[in-house]
C-alpha cells in the first residue's frame, strides 16, 4: 500500500524531491541540507534508490575530471553530515545511507520520493476512467516544482525525467482529448508546440484537438509546419502514426469526430481549476526587484478594482519567465486556478488573438458547456466577468497587441489578479484600468554570469572568457540563453569562437541563433520592427553614429518638424527600441542597434539623410559655441537651435562629443573640418575633452582646402604647442592674403603675439586690431584687446593698460568672454593699486566662469582670496 492512501503513521514522515530544486521535507517544512555538494550527493542517492552509487561516480558527478586532492575525504565529510541530518529529522531510523563498496547506498521507501510518485501515478492513471485518469496525471505533474535537480552541479543529469514528463503530460492531454476538452486545449497545445517543435504526440493532439473545433485547415497547416521543420533541421520525415492521422484529417475522417465517453460527473460550472500557466522557466537569474515588485502588487489593498500588472520590454527582455516563474512562486494564493493565454501580439506566422476567441477558450476552461457559450463576444465576456467575479483566480495574458486586445479578458472581481506582457508599454491600461506597469532592462553582470553558468555549468568556461561573452551580449536574456546553449553542446574551444563572431559587428545577430532552431534575437526584433506604425524611423536610426539622439537630429534624418521627430521617438520607447534615459535624450541597445544598422537605407537615400543630419550638427554647434565668446571664425545658418543659456549649450557638446567624433568619419571634408573647428570653441571653455583640432586639420590638408587648412592652424595654436605656433601661425596669415581674408589675418597675428613679448608682441596685436576694424564686429576684437591690456600692464603703462581692458569689457557679449575681460580688468587695477575695485571685478569674473568653466573659477576663488 502507498504511503498516504490510508494516512500517514503517528510520527513525522520525511519525504524527498528532485523535480526541481533537490529538498527534503518533513511535515511541510523544508530540511537544511547544506551546500551544493551535499545537496548533489543527495541527488544521486536520490537518482539510484537503494541502490549502490560507486564513489567514482559521486566524484565524477561533484568535480568532473578535476576533482580536488581530497575528493574523496569531501565526499566522506558530505555522507557523514547527510546521516547526521537524517537521524535529527527521522529519529525511527527508515531512511539512512549504508556504505557498501565501492560506495554508498541510501536505504529508503521509494514511495517517499516525488519522482516514484509520479511514475506510480502515471501508470496506475492508465486503468483509470478518463475523469480520474486526468485529475491523477494533473496531481502528477504538480510534483514539478521547476526545472529538475534545479541547484545542483549540471554534471549530474536525468534526461529520463524529461522523459517522464512529457510522457505525463500527453498522457493528461490524451485524457482531456477523450473527455471532449478540444477547445480548452488548443492553447497550451500551440504553446507547447512552438517551446519543442519535434514531439510528435503532441502535434498529433494538437492536429486532433484543432480538427475536433472545427479548425481542419489549421490543423493541416500545423502538420505541414511541423514536417518542413524536421525536413530543414533533422532531415526527416512524420513518422507512420502522425502521416495517418494527417491522411484522415485531409480526407475529412468523421471517424475522428467520435464523442468522448461521458465524464462520470457532469461538468459544472465553477468547479473546474485550471491550471494553465507555462512551465517554469529554465535558467532563470536575478530580477529580485521586479519579483518584489510583483509581491507588491498582490499585497496592495485595490479596493474594488482588479489588479493588474503590464510587464513591458523588448523582445527577448525575459518578460514571460518571469511572470510564469512568479506566477508558479504564488499559485497558492489562487486556489481557484490560473488562466492562461498566448495573444499572439506579435507572432512571426499568424495575426493576433481575437479577444473574443480567447473568451470562448476560458469559458471552456471554466466548465461552460460548448453549447452554451454564447456567441457574441460581449455577451462572453459579461459571462467570464460573471464566473470569476468572486474567484481568487490568477490571469496571465501574454505578449498583447494593445490595451484593445485584453480591456475585454480582464475580469470583474477585486479577488482575480491580472497579469499582462507585451512588447509596447500599454499605458492606456494605467488610465482606463489603473494597471501598474513595470519595464524589464538588460540583466546586470553578475546575474547574466549566472544566466550563462547556469547552463553550461559554474567554473566550466575560464572567467575572462566569461566576462567577455556577457559583456557583448549586453545583459540581454536570450541572447545569454543562447549563447550558454551553444557553449553547452559544445566543448569549452567554442568560447573563442564565440568571442570572435559576438565581437565583430557585422555577425554579432547571427551568432545570437539557437542552432537547429528559429530561436533567435534578430527574429524578436523583426517581429517588432514589422508592427511600427513608422517604420522609417527605426531604419534611419540604424545609420545614426552617435550613442544618444535627440529630437533635432532625428528631424533631421526624417526631414520632419521636431514635434513629429519627437512623438516618432518616443512610439519606439513605447516599444523597447529605444530608451528615453532623460527628456528628449534616447539612446538603443547595441543588440537593437546593429539590427536597425542591417536595416538602413543606402544609396541615394542615406546620402540625403546623411547630409541632412550634418547640416543640422553644423547649426546645433554654431548656435552653442556662440555663448562661449566671440567667434572669429564664421559659420552658416543658427535657424531652429534654440538654447536658452549657457548651461544648455554646453550640455548639449557634453552629449553630443561622441556623435561629432563619430560625424567627422562620415561627412564631406568641408563639413567635417567645420565641425572640428566649432567643437574646438567648446574644448576652450571645457579643456577636459580632447581636441578635434587635429583630426579636422588632417581632414582639411588631405582635401586641399585652404581655409579649413587656416583655421585649424588658428585653433591648434590655441592648445598650446608652442613649437607648432610660429609656422602654423604664419601659415595663417599667409593664406589670409591669398583668400583677401581679414578674419583670418587678424587671427594670424594674434596667435603670432603668443610668442612675442615687449614691443614685437604690441606690433602683432595691432595689426590684429587693425583686420578686426575692417571685418566691422567689435566684439572679434575683446581677446585682442585684454591681451593688450596685459602687455601694457608688464610695460607699465597703466593708463593704455585700463583703456584696452575696459573696451574689452565694453564690447564683450558671452559669457566667457566677459568673465576673462573682467578678471584682466581685475589685474589691471590691481596694478595699480585698487584693490578693492580689483575684487569686485573679480567677483563678477567668478560668477560667470562658475558657468562655463569650474576650473577657470576655482583659481579665480584663489586669486580673490590671495588679495
Not at 553550461?456 to 556577457?470: N, P, S
Not at 573696451?807 to 568672454?817: I, K, N, P
Request: proline share 6%; glycine share 8%.
Amino acid at each position: 500500500m502507498r504511503t498516504g492512501e490510508t494516512g500517514e503513521d503517528d510520527h513525522a514522515v520525511i519525504r524527498f524531491g528532485v523535480l526541481g530544486p533537490v529538498q527534503a521535507v518533513v511535515n511541510g517544512e523544508p530540511v537544511a541540507l547544506g551546500g551544493p555538494g551535499v545537496r548533489g550527493l543527495l541527488a544521486m542517492l536520490l537518482l539510484r534508490p537503494n541502490e549502490v552509487v560507486p564513489v567514482e561516480d559521486i566524484l565524477d558527478g561533484l568535480w568532473g575530471d578535476d576533482p580536488p586532492l581530497t575528493a574523496r575525504t569531501i565526499v566522506q565529510n558530505y555522507v557523514s553530515r547527510l546521516r547526521r541530518q537524517l537521524r535529527l529529522v527521522d529519529p525511527t531510523g527508515s531512511v539512512w545511507i549504508d556504505t557498501q563498496l565501492p560506495g554508498y547506498q541510501l536505504i529508503v521507501d521509494e514511495d517517499l520520493i516525488d519522482v516514484s510518485q509520479a511514475t506510480w501515478l502515471l501508470n496506475r492513471a492508465r486503468h483509470e476512467h478518463p475523469v480520474r485518469r486526468a485529475e491523477m496525471l494533473r496531481e502528477a505533474l504538480s510534483l514539478w516544482r521547476g526545472p529538475v535537480l534545479a541547484d545542483v552541479s549540471p554534471r549530474i543529469s536525468a534526461p529520463e525525467l524529461e522523459d517522464l514528463r512529457f510522457a505525463v503530460l500527453e498522457a493528461r492531454i490524451e485524457a482531456d482529448l477523450e473527455l471532449g476538452r478540444h477547445a480548452e486545449l488548443i492553447g497550451e497545445l500551440a504553446t507547447f508546440a512552438e517551446a519543442y517543435p519535434f514531439r510528435e504526440q503532441m502535434i498529433a493532439h494538437l492536429m486532433l484537438a484543432l480538427y475536433r473545433t472545427g479548425r481542419r485547415a489549421d490543423a493541416l497547416e500545423a502538420y505541414q509546419r511541423f514536417a518542413r521543420r524536421a525536413a530543414e533541421d533533422l532531415g526527416i520525415d512524420p513518422g507512420p502514426a502522425l502521416r495517418e492521422l494527417h491522411e484522415r484529417v485531409l480526407n475529412d475522417d468523421s471517424t475522428l469526430l467520435l464523442p468522448a465517453p461521458a465524464p462520470l460527473v457532469p461538468p459544472k460550472v465553477g468547479v473546474v481549476v485550471p491550471a494553465q500557466l507555462p512551465p517554469a522557466p529554465v535558467g532563470f537569474q536575478g530580477r529580485d526587484e521586479e519579483l518584489v515588485w510583483l509581491d507588491q502588487l498582490l499585497a496592495e489593498d485595490h479596493g474594488e478594482a482588479t489588479p493588474i500588472g503590464v510587464i513591458s520590454g523588448p523582445a527577448g527582455i525575459g518578460k514571460t519567465a518571469l511572470a510564469a516563474l512568479w506566477g508558479r512562486m504564488v499559485d497558492h494564493e489562487f486556489p481557484d486556478g490560473q488562466l492562461f493565454a498566448g495573444l499572439r501580439g506579435f507572432h512571426p506566422e499568424h495575426p493576433p488573438l481575437d479577444p473574443g476567441e480567447v473568451l470562448g477558450q476560458f469559458l471552456l476552461t471554466l466548465g461552460v458547456p460548448a453549447n452554451e457559450v454564447p456567441t457574441d463576444t460581449d455577451d462572453r465576456a459579461a459571462l467570464y466577468r460573471s464566473l470569476l467575479a468572486h474567484r481568487r483566480v490568477l490571469v496571465m495574458l501574454d505578449d498583447a497587441r494593445d490595451s484593445a486586445q485584453v480591456r475585454l479578458l480582464l475580469p470583474g472581481g477585486s479577488r482575480a489578479l491580472v497579469l499582462i506582457t507585451s512588447r509596447v508599454r500599454l499605458e492606456g491600461m494605467v488610465a482606463r484600468s489603473g494597471a501598474w506597469l513595470l519595464d524589464l532592462g538588460p540583466l546586470p553582470v553578475a546575474d547574466s554570469v549566472r544566466v550563462i553558468d547556469s547552463i553550461v555549468g559554474a567554473g566550466r568556461i575560464e572567467q575572462a572568457r566569461l566576462d567577455q561573452l556577457v559583456e557583448l551580449c549586453g545583459g540581454w536574456p536570450q541572447a545569454l540563453r543562447i549563447v550558454g546553449a551553444r557553449l553547452a553542446a559544445r566543448q569549452e574551444w567554442i568560447a573563442d569562437e564565440l568571442i570572435a563572431e559576438l565581437g565583430d559587428e557585422r555577425t554579432r545577430l547571427a551568432a545570437l541563433a539557437a542552432e537547429h532552431s528559429d530561436t533567435s534575437v534578430r527574429a524578436g526584433f523583426e517581429l517588432t520592427y514589422r508592427r511600427l506604425a513608422e517604420p522609417d524611423a527605426f531604419r534611419l536610426l540604424g545609420m545614426f553614429p552617435g550613442p544618444s539622439i535627440g529630437p533635432g537630429a532625428m528631424a533631421a534624418l526624417q526631414s520632419l518638424d521636431v514635434a513629429a521627430a519627437r512623438r516618432n521617438l518616443r512610439a519606439l520607447a513605447d516599444a523597447f527600441l529605444v530608451t528615453e534615459t532623460s527628456q528628449d535624450v534616447f539612446v538603443m541597445h547595441d543588440l537593437i542597434r546593429l539590427h536597425a544598422k542591417e536595416l538602413a537605407p543606402v544609396g541615394d537615400e542615406r546620402a540625403a539623410a546623411l547630409d541632412r543630419l550634418v547640416s543640422y550638427y553644423l547649426g546645433a554647434a554654431d548656435a552653442a559655441r556662440r555663448f562661449f565668446g566671440p567667434m572669429a571664425y564664421p559659420a552658416g545658418k543658427t535657424d531652429n537651435h534654440d538654447f536658452g543659456d549657457v548651461g544648455q549649450a554646453l550640455a548639449w557638446f557634453e552629449r553630443e562629443w561622441p556623435t561629432l567624433l563619430a560625424l567627422l568619419d562620415l561627412a564631406a571634408p568641408g563639413d567635417a573640418w567645420r565641425l572640428a573647428r566649432m567643437a574646438h570653441d567648446f574644448w576652450t571653455a571645457r579643456p577636459t575633452r580632447p581636441s578635434l583640432v587635429h583630426k579636422g586639420l588632417s581632414i582639411a590638408v588631405s582635401a586641399g582646402d585652404l581655409e579649413g587648412e587656416a583655421w585649424l592652424r588658428h585653433a591648434r595654436c590655441a592648445l598650446g604647442y608652442s613649437a607648432e605656433t610660429v609656422s602654423d601661425a604664419m601659415r595663417v596669415i599667409e593664406i589670409a592674403g591669398r583668400l583677401g581674408d581679414s578674419r583670418l589675418a587678424a587671427v594670424g597675428h594674434e596667435a603670432l603675439a603668443t610668442v612675442h613679448s615687449g614691443e614685437e608682441a604690441l606690433a602683432e596685436l595691432a595689426k590684429a586690431l587693425e583686420h578686426y576694424r575692417e571685418v566691422g564686429e567689435p566684439e572679434l576684437s575683446v581677446p585682442t584687446h585684454a591681451r593688450l591690456a596685459l602687455l601694457h600692464v608688464e610695460m607699465g603703462d597703466d593708463a593704455a593698460a585700463e583703456r584696452h581692458a575696459r573696451t574689452a569689457v565694453e564690447h564683450s557679449d558671452a559669457v566667457f568672454t566677459e568673465a576673462f575681460s573682467r578678471e584682466v580688468l581685475g589685474r589691471v587695477l590691481s596694478a595699480q593699486g585698487a584693490v578693492s575695485a580689483a575684487q569686485q571685478q573679480w567677483r563678477r569674473s567668478l560668477e560667470l566662469y562658475a558657468q562655463v568653466n569650474e576650473h577657470r573659477a576655482e583659481q579665480m576663488r584663489d586669486l580673490i582670496d590671495g588679495v
